[in-house]
C-alpha cells in the first residue's frame, strides 16, 4: 500500500489559492506555470480534488472544450472529486466523482491506487479531512515568494509539531521546497 501526499505550492503566509480560487499568483511566480518535475510527487497513482480545485482546473485550462488538456497533468491516472455537486466531466478523463465523508471513499481511492501513492493536490481542507481520519502521511509543501491579503489556507487544521518530522529542505528555482512526515496522534 502506498502513501497518501497531500503536495501542493502555497504563499509565504499560508494560502495555496487567493479570494478568487485562484492561483493566478502561483502562475506568475518564476517558472510557476511550469513546475520542475522534482516538484511534483513521481509515485502517485491515484489523484484527488476537492470540487473547488477540480472547477478551477477546468476553467482555467478549458479543459471541457480541450479534454485532450487534461491528461497534460493528471495524465490516464483515476481522479477523485470530492463533490455534493454534479458536475461536468471532459470527454475520456477518468474521474470518479464521490461524496460523504473521506473515511467512507478511502477504500475505493486506495484500491485505485494499488501500491501507487495517493496525491491530493487540494484543498487544504480535503487534506485536513485525510488527516483528521488518520490518513495523511506526507505534507509537501513548494512555498512560493509570495504574499496574500487572504485566501484558502494551506491546511486549516491545527497540527503541532510533535505530529511533523522535516523530512527534506531545499531551495527549487524560487520556491522552498519543504517535506514533512505526518505522524499519529500517539506518536
Do not use: C, K
Amino acid at each position: 500500500m502506498g502513501r497518501i501526499l497531500y503536495d501542493t505550492a502555497t504563499t509565504a503566509n499560508g494560502f495555496i489559492a487567493d479570494e478568487e480560487n485562484s492561483l493566478a499568483w502561483l502562475f506568475a511566480v518564476e517558472d510557476g506555470d511550469t513546475p520542475d518535475d522534482a516538484l511534483l510527487p513521481s509515485g502517485a497513482t491515484v489523484l484527488v480534488e476537492g470540487s473547488t480545485t477540480y472547477e478551477w482546473v477546468l476553467a482555467e485550462s478549458d479543459i471541457l472544450a480541450h479534454p485532450e488538456r487534461w491528461t497534460q497533468f493528471h495524465g490516464d491516472r483515476p481522479t477523485f472529486v470530492f463533490t455534493t455537486r454534479d458536475l461536468p466531466r471532459p470527454a475520456g478523463a477518468d474521474i470518479r466523482f464521490v461524496r460523504g465523508p473521506v473515511a467512507s471513499v478511502l477504500p475505493d481511492i486506495r484500491e485505485a491506487a494499488g501500491d501507487g501513492d495517493v496525491w491530493i493536490v487540494g484543498g487544504g481542507d480535503l487534506a485536513g479531512q485525510f488527516l483528521d481520519v488518520g490518513a495523511l502521511d506526507e505534507i509537501a509543501v513548494s512555498v512560493a515568494p509570495v504574499f496574500l491579503t487572504g485566501g484558502a489556507p494551506l491546511l486549516p487544521r491545527r497540527l503541532e509539531s510533535d505530529r511533523l518530522r522535516l523530512v527534506s529542505a531545499e531551495a527549487v528555482g524560487q520556491f522552498a521546497r519543504l517535506v514533512y512526515r505526518v505522524g499519529s496522534a500517539a506518536d
